[in-house]
């Protein structure tokens, strides 16, 4: 099991960019796929993207291209990087957590961080 603190988000204007971080407690490892959800107001959580095991799987086709998921170990931290910004991705970004590999729907994670609102807006 692992705690996952999120940070890094705020109110953008369209085209703009942000970089989200997870901080993971007390470690990192490599078995640990760390995927980046989102949940826009009246909808359901969504995938986004994930890194395991060296591998990075998109489920959205909206964010490839825009964002980048990266992860450090030894700092025990996982980024996402988002370019190009649009009023779409306002929403509050969830990290987290499964053993093994990585999979699209939240069910299938146990361990979240408690979100960051990104809000993308002119």
């Known amino acids: 099991q692992v705690q996952l603190v999120e940070s890094g988000g705020g109110m953008v204007q369209p085209g703009g960019s942000l970089r989200l971080s997870c901080a993971a407690s007390?470690?990192?490892?490599?078995?640990?796929?760390i995927s980046w959800f989102r949940q826009a107001p009246g909808k359901e959580r969504e995938g986004v993207v994930c890194?395991?095991?060296?591998?990075?799987?998109y489920y959205l086709d909206s964010v490839k291209g825009r964002f980048t998921v990266s992860r450090n170990n030894a700092k025990n931290m996982v980024y996402l990087q988002m370019n190009s910004l649009e009023s779409e991705d306002t929403a509050v970004y969830y990290c987290?957590?499964?053993?093994?590999?990585?999979?699209?729907?939240?069910?299938?994670?146990?361990?979240w961080g408690q979100g960051t609102q990104v809000t993308v807006s002119s």
């Open positions: 987290a957590a499964r053993v093994g590999d990585c999979g699209e729907w939240d069910i299938w994670y146990n361990d």
């Open positions: 007390p470690r990192l490892m490599d078995f640990h796929a």
């Open positions: 890194s395991s095991s060296g591998t990075i799987t």
